[in-house]
């Protein structure tokens, strides 16, 4: 009897199995929870999802698989079959058309080409006009790096779109920022990396919360070349170059507000900080401080050494009475100007803070430099400076 009841539950099991299909063919098993999640999730939508898996050849099944398995609920919800297969076929086209393209590896290329969306701006079905805007800039490009040039060299004139405060809302969609013809530092973001992945070149959205000193957030773009990531904007100034370097140089990667974080498709655990609704938190990023850091110190360092850089001290007291020893140090941003150009910004040491923490700018010799700050009326005060060769000692005060 024993053996009787240990048999038949084993062939009820084998049965039940038997009679199972593999509701994902063609899927690599390790999506298959999540895609069962995605379709929980979509609801009524789920149809859609369903239509869209089925819609794609097999070779470009595990494609669609990942875009659904790490989709946002309200793409879930709201996405067509026809957006997403259209969005995975034309992404496909640009990986066959460039042969840079073709060599991006299958985890970046999901992650950092196929997605359809950066941040959480309005779903646009873009990918096909884009393309058809931008490949004539890569046609014949060597490699990834000529192609980023090109792309980075022609957006403004093809999408006739500018930097301006007017813009409806920051996080505007590519013809939303079209339409205006203007938009904020994020909308021309997302404009330049969706132009990227367009023609197959791995871009994501890259930007801080607040800066070092609290001056306010900023956003731009990081593109892929041969498994490290640079950093460019809409308006170039070249790969890893920008005015804002010495600022990201700056950032705390432990410090929530003041870190730097790029943006994934993919959930990572830590949210994308977007400043106009800090109520989000379903857009992935990864704290990728460390390496703007890094970059900002190795050329301060080469800089320095070569004597092109000079190293200026900067203290601010209450009034030229005070002095160090009587502690009487105020903790004040402090921006620096060459002419009408800045040059670079920071917050002096407060009291409180150890008498060897100063406030250090290194700047290029043979310049005169302007340091503004809000003096104790509430008025801007001024401070000029020329940098010679030696180092120097600069006191500012309050009153």
Request: with cysteine; charged share 20%; glycine share 6%.
């Amino acid at each position: 009897m024993s053996a009787l009841r240990f048999i038949v539950p084993v062939c009820f099991s084998l049965l039940l199995f038997a009679g199972c299909t593999n509701p994902y063919p063609e899927v690599p098993a390790s999506y298959h929870a999540l895609l069962d999640q995605a379709m929980v999730s979509a609801g009524e939508n789920s149809q859609q999802l369903e239509s869209a898996l089925a819609g794609v050849p097999g070779s470009q099944k595990e494609a669609m698989a990942f875009l659904i398995a790490y989709m946002p609920r309200h793409d879930a919800q709201t996405l067509s079959a026809q957006f997403l297969i259209d969005n995975v076929t034309i992404a496909y086209k640009a990986r066959a058309a460039f042969s840079w393209a073709a060599q991006i590896p299958d985890s970046i290329f999901f992650n950092e080409v196929l997605p359809y969306a950066s941040l959480n701006e309005r779903r646009d079905n873009w990918r096909e006009d884009f393309f058809n805007r931008f490949s004539k800039y890569v046609e014949g490009t060597p490699d990834l790096q000529t192609a980023i040039d090109s792309v980075n060299a022609h957006i403004r004139d093809e999408v006739m779109v500018d930097y301006n405060t007017k813009r409806e809302k920051p996080d505007q969609s590519p013809y939303e920022s079209m339409d205006q013809k203007m938009a904020s530092c994020s909308g021309l973001s997302i404009l330049l990396t969706d132009a990227f992945r367009s023609v197959g070149i791995p871009s994501r959205i890259a930007g801080t919360p607040n800066w070092h000193d609290n001056r306010g957030n900023h956003n731009w773009c990081e593109v892929w070349i041969g498994g490290e990531w640079y950093f460019t904007e809409y308006y170039p100034s070249g790969l890893n170059q920008g005015w804002f370097l010495a600022d990201a140089g700056k950032a705390k990667a432990d410090e929530p507000d003041h870190a730097i974080y790029a943006s994934s498709y993919k959930t990572t655990g830590l949210p994308f900080p977007l400043v106009w609704d800090e109520a989000i938190t379903w857009v992935p990023a990864v704290n990728v401080t460390s390496r703007y850091v890094d970059l900002y110190n190795a050329r301060q360092a080469a800089k320095i050494a070569s004597g092109e850089l000079i190293p200026v001290e900067v203290s601010l007291f209450k009034s030229d009475n005070c002095t160090l020893k009587g502690d009487d140090r105020v903790a004040a941003n402090i921006d620096v100007f060459t002419g009408n150009d800045q040059v670079g910004g920071g917050r002096t040491a407060a009291p409180t803070q150890d008498l060897n923490d100063v406030l250090t700018f290194y700047l290029a010799k043979d310049k005169t430099y302007t340091f503004k700050y809000t003096g104790s009326n509430g008025k801007e005060k001024t401070h000029s400076v020329e940098v010679k060769e030696k180092p120097l000692q600069v006191k500012l005060y309050m009153e």
